[in-house]
C-alpha cells in the first residue's frame, strides 16, 4: 500500500515564525501536491511538483514555498506564519501526471496563535 | 481556471435511503472525474471515477454518472450504510496538470 506521511498531526506556532511541514511518501511516486482544507471552500491547491527539484504554483501560493529535493519528501514552507494560514494541510502523492489516483497523508492541524 | 460546483454541502438519510450528490464544471477539456471521501482525522481517499468516454459506472453501492454535455456529474449511494458518513469531494482532472475540488458534502446516515 502507498504510504503518504506527515511530519506532524498537530502545529502550533507564533505569527512571523518559519514554518515547515515535511511529507514523505513511500511509492516513487513522481507527482507531489500540498493543498489546504478549510470549511465549505473544499481542498485548495497550494504548489505541486511533478519531478524533483521542480515546482508549479497552485491556486494559493502567495506565503507559501516548497521546496524538492528527493524525490520521496515535499516540503511546505511558510516564511513568516500569519493567522490566516490557520488551516488544515495535507499532502498527496500520485504515479504521475495523468488520470492516476491521488494519495493523501492523515495532514497537519496547523494554528498560528 | 476550472471551476467546481458541488451540490449539497451537508446531506443526511435514513440508513438504507439513497443518497445524491450532484456537481458542475466549466472547462469542456477536462477528462477524468474521480470522487474521494474524507472520513473524519483521515485524508480523502479514492471511492470511484470515470473518464470522459463513459456515462455511467457502477461499484455495488456506488455509482457514478457522467454528462459531458452539460458539463456535470453525480454520486449515488444506494443502500446508505453508517459507515458511508463521511464528507465526499467531486473532483475534477483538468488541461493544467492538477485536480481541482469541489466545496464537499458532509454526508450523515441515520440510523
Known amino acids: 500500500d502507498v504510504k503518504v506521511t506527515q511530519s506532524s498531526r498537530y502545529l502550533v506556532k507564533r505569527t512571523g515564525e518559519k514554518v515547515f511541514l515535511e511529507c514523505v511518501q513511500d511509492?516513487?511516486?513522481?507527482?507531489m501536491f500540498w493543498y489546504r482544507q478549510d470549511p465549505g471552500l473544499g481542498l485548495r491547491l497550494i504548489y505541486f511538483s511533478y519531478d524533483v527539484k521542480m515546482k508549479e504554483k497552485g491556486d494559493i501560493p502567495e506565503g507559501y514555498s516548497v521546496s524538492r529535493e528527493k524525490k520521496e519528501r515535499f516540503s511546505l514552507i511558510l516564511e513568516s506564519a500569519s493567522t490566516n494560514q490557520t488551516s488544515m494541510y495535507l499532502c498527496a502523492s500520485k504515479y504521475d501526471t495523468g488520470p492516476y489516483e491521488q494519495y493523501f497523508g492523515p495532514g497537519t492541524r496547523l494554528t498560528v496563535t | 481556471g476550472e471551476n467546481v460546483e458541488q451540490h449539497p454541502s451537508t446531506l443526511s438519510v435514513q440508513e438504507g435511503d439513497s443518497a445524491v450528490i450532484k456537481c458542475t464544471y466549466s472547462?469542456?477539456?477536462?477528462?477524468?472525474f474521480p470522487w474521494y471521501k474524507q472520513e473524519l482525522g483521515k485524508g480523502p481517499q479514492l471511492i470511484i471515477d470515470?473518464?470522459?468516454?463513459?456515462g455511467e459506472k457502477k461499484d455495488q453501492r456506488i455509482a457514478v454518472t457522467l454528462n459531458k454535455t452539460a458539463k456535470h456529474f453525480s454520486l449515488h449511494i444506494t443502500e446508505t450504510q453508517p459507515e458511508d458518513s463521511a464528507v465526499y469531494f467531486c473532483?475534477?482532472?483538468?488541461?493544467?496538470?492538477?485536480?481541482?475540488f469541489g466545496s464537499g458534502t458532509q454526508l450523515t446516515v441515520l440510523p
Open positions: 511509492m516513487d511516486h513522481e507527482n
Open positions: 473532483v475534477v482532472d483538468g488541461s493544467a496538470r492538477q485536480l481541482t
Open positions: 470515470i473518464r470522459s468516454n463513459v
Open positions: 472547462d469542456s477539456a477536462s477528462n477524468y
